[in-house]
């Protein structure tokens, strides 16, 4: 079946260094969404990526949809505490979600 | 605008005893899809609902179903609890459905319902 798959699993960083998650999809998508969840909380939406290529920015955060729409990053720069939690990418399409990345960052 | 609410928080159940658990969607949101998120299974796909019917549906087996009411109000359900069910249930909501592929919506989630069964 279909699969989403993320890497790493867990990534520990000093406050300051720069992060980023791989998103890579066994099928073709039609376009990818990212979210983010904070420790206890529940996921919160981060951005939607449409298009082969696409590249979108969101201050620090950097999102990239791969030109055979099958894979994703998101790119960190300059990591802050407050970018503790775990990133996940979603296939909209079926409603998979990828198996996340767990951001720990040490001030 | 209040945003997406899920009760009970909180349940404790014994194996064999069923549950059910509601959710109700953003105002004007017709679409509501339902989670399991487990430390070791990460967040999987259980169903989506809208307007009334099942749109998509994950791979968990029938012991879980859901409804959704005319309001877009919806309930989950859970039979024969196993303790392999153990987890946090959230529901999101969105305002546009899955099914239509490239027009999909932001899912807005909700607080999630902790389950456990012992």
């Known amino acids: 079946g279909q699969q989403v798959m993320q890497i790493p699993q867990y990534q520990h960083v000093q406050e300051g260094e720069d992060f980023t998650t791989y998103c890579n999809s066994s099928t073709t998508l039609s376009n990818i969404q990212w979210y983010k969840q904070r420790p206890g909380g529940h996921p919160v939406f981060l951005i939607q990526l449409v298009k082969s290529g696409e590249v979108k920015k969101q201050k620090r955060l950097t999102f990239q949809f791969g030109e055979a729409k099958k894979n994703s990053s998101l790119h960190i720069t300059a990591t802050q505490t407050t970018d503790v939690g775990t990133y996940f990418c979603?296939?909209?399409?079926?409603?998979?979600f990828g198996t996340g990345t767990r951001l720990q960052v040490f001030p | 605008k209040a945003g997406v609410t899920q009760t009970p928080r909180y349940l404790i159940k014994t194996r064999g005893q069923q549950v059910t658990l509601s959710c109700s969607p953003i105002s004007g949101h017709r679409s509501v899809s339902w989670y399991q998120q487990t430390p070791g299974q990460g967040l999987q796909f259980l169903f989506e609902?809208?307007?009334?019917?099942?749109?998509n549906k994950g791979n968990f087996p029938g012991r879980f179903s859901g409804r959704q009411f005319s309001n877009s109000r919806s309930e989950m359900n859970v039979s024969t609890l196993e303790l392999g069910d153990s987890a946090l249930y959230l529901c999101?909501?969105?305002?546009?459905?899955?099914?239509?592929?490239?027009?999909?919506?932001?899912?807005?989630f909700g607080p999630g319902t902790r389950l456990t069964v012992l």
């Open positions: 979603a296939n909209t399409d079926k409603l998979i």
């Open positions: 609902y809208f307007s009334e019917t099942q749109r």
């Open positions: 999101a909501s969105s305002f546009v459905s899955s099914h239509r592929s490239g027009l999909n919506g932001e899912q807005f």
